[in-house]
């Protein structure tokens, strides 16, 4: 299996992942022309994690994304559903918790962590609202979502341009860097069939969250949603 497709079959979605896990966070710096790097900054700001405070980072990868949690003294248990991308940090942040898991069934008790985030994983599982639900319970009462997630850029004119990148311009780079090219072409279909920022929006309160807003990134290429729990 080299590609997942649309219909986002667990099994075919993890294998993807495990192929490209060894070069997938040196691909997305190149891809997204380091922009990456500024977007993680966001979410670590959004999602404020403080010392002791429990967070979990879903699709997290190889951890990269944990790091910057770890670093304020909580305590980020790094969960995927990848054993690849799994291995693949192990070797490079060992102390990390990495935790096998699927979106749709987390292997968490309820009310169990002050934060949950994903970033750039929501659209790669197969049922999104099943996901957001289970978020929302494993979620402590007064506790926050914070899901950064590729989206659709707000000005028309660059939406075009965007989208002719993400179809044409995309699969020839990653043929150059990523160990599995035909990962990206399925990445960049699932990016263009993403529901807008409203459409996500609305379904995270009819996942029970709360107080639900959102801002762009990058004129919308990507955008940044949070919500809380009711106390």
Known sequence: MTRASLDKQPHEVASMFDDVAERYDLTNDVLSLGQDRRWRKEVAKAVDARPAQKVLDLAAG????????????????PCDFSQGMLRVGKQRQPWL?????????????????????????????????????????????????VICEFSHPTWAP???????????????????????????????????????????????????????????LSAGIVALHRGFKAS
């Open 158 to 216: 660059f939406r075009t341009v965007y989208t002719e990148y993400l179809m044409r311009a995309l699969p020839p780079v990653a043929r150059a860097v990523s160990s599995n090219p035909d990962a990206y072409v399925y990445l960049a279909e699932s990016i263009r069939a993403w529901p807008d920022q409203p459409a996500l929006a609305e379904r995270l309160g009819k996942a029970g969250w709360s107080r639900v807003a959102w801002r762009d």
């Open 62 to 77: 190889t951890g990269t994304s944990s790091l910057p949690f770890a670093r304020t003294g909580a305590y980020v248990v």
């Open 97 to 145: 918790p990495y935790t096998a898991g699927d979106a749709t069934r987390l292997p968490f008790k309820d009310d169990t962590f002050d934060a949950v985030t994903i970033s750039f994983g929501l659209r790669n599982v197969q049922d999104t609202d099943a996901a957001l639900r289970e978020l929302y319970r494993v979620t402590r009462p007064g506790g926050r979502v």
